[in-house]
Nanobody, 116 residues
Framework: QVQLVESGGGLVQTGDSLRLSCAASGRTFTSAAMGWFRQAPGKERAFVGS???????SYADSVKGRFTISRDNAKNTVYLQMSSLKPEDTAVYYC??????????WGQGTQVTVSS
């Protein structure tokens, strides 16, 4: 059974930094893309960023220059380093992994709250 488990969320202040982790088990994602999505209250789940199996990254415009995705294939883990956090970054953050190029595997989410 494939599981993605996020950790690292919490309550921070505007301008702070936070690093989220997503540990995968049940299969390796070396040859798959992994990414992060977020869902703010009353809004649809939105793409935050991703990293392909080859290391290419893609980010939503709203987080470019502030968020960085990295992965440690030896640990089967992907990270989301968030800096210069804003109240509008408040959301539940979800880790995801692809299967046949579709976002298929999802974590349970971790709450990030940025106070002003």
């Amino acid at each position: 059974q494939v599981q993605l488990v996020e950790s690292g969320g919490g309550l921070v202040q505007t301008g702070d930094s936070l690093r989220l982790s997503c540990a995968a088990s049940g299969r390796t994602f070396t040859s798959a893309a992994m990414g992060w999505f977020r869902q703010a209250p009353g809004k649809e789940r939105a793409f935050v960023g991703s990293m392909s199996s080859g290391g290419e990254t893609s980010y939503a415009d709203s987080v470019k220059g502030r968020f960085t995705i990295s992965r440690d294939n030896a640990k089967n883990t992907v990270y989301l380093q968030m800096s210069s956090l804003k109240p509008e970054d408040t959301a539940v953050y979800y880790c995801a992994g692809t299967l046949y190029s579709q976002w298929y595997y999802w974590g349970q989410g971790t709450q990030v709250t940025v106070s002003s």
